[in-house]
Nanobody, 122 residues
Framework: QLQLVESGGGLVQSGGSLRLSCAVS????????IGWFRQAPGKEREGLAC????????RYLDSVKDRFTISRDNAKRIVFLEISTLRPEDTAVYYC???????????????WGQGTQVTVSR
């Protein structure tokens, strides 16, 4: 069964850094791409970065690619999202999801984690 569990969120000061983790079930990275999304109150879910599990190829939202880095550890079955120079507008619930191909469109994702809250103070 496909399962994803996010962790690593919290309260961070503006300018700080954070690393989010998405732990996935066995064999997930062999067959799926894992994407990171965020959703702020009153806004649509936004695709930030995606990594293909088997070969590590990546795709980023242009507006975040200078500050966000997606990576994976296949042995530990974890996909990371590192965020640097955090801004108050980065405040959102961050989700990871699994898709059959690399994508930043939420409709392409077939399974989601429960989300982790990131709050950036001024």
């Amino acid at each position: 069964q496909l399962q994803l569990v996010e962790s690593g969120g919290g309260l961070v000061q503006s300018g700080g850094s954070l690393r989010l983790s998405c732990a996935v079930s066995e064999r997930t990275l062999d067959y799926y791409s894992i994407g990171w999304f965020r959703q702020a109150p009153g806004k649509e879910r936004e695709g930030l970065a995606c990594i293909k599990g088997n070969d590590g190829s990546t795709r980023y939202l242009d507006s975040v690619k200078d500050r966000f880095t997606i990576s994976r550890d296949n042995a530990k079955r974890i996909v990371f999202l590192e965020i640097s120079t955090l801004r108050p507008e980065d405040t959102a619930v961050y989700y990871c999801g699994a898709a059959h191909w690399i994508s930043l469109r939420s409709q392409d994702f077939v399974s989601w984690g429960q989300g982790t809250q990131v709050t950036v103070s001024r």
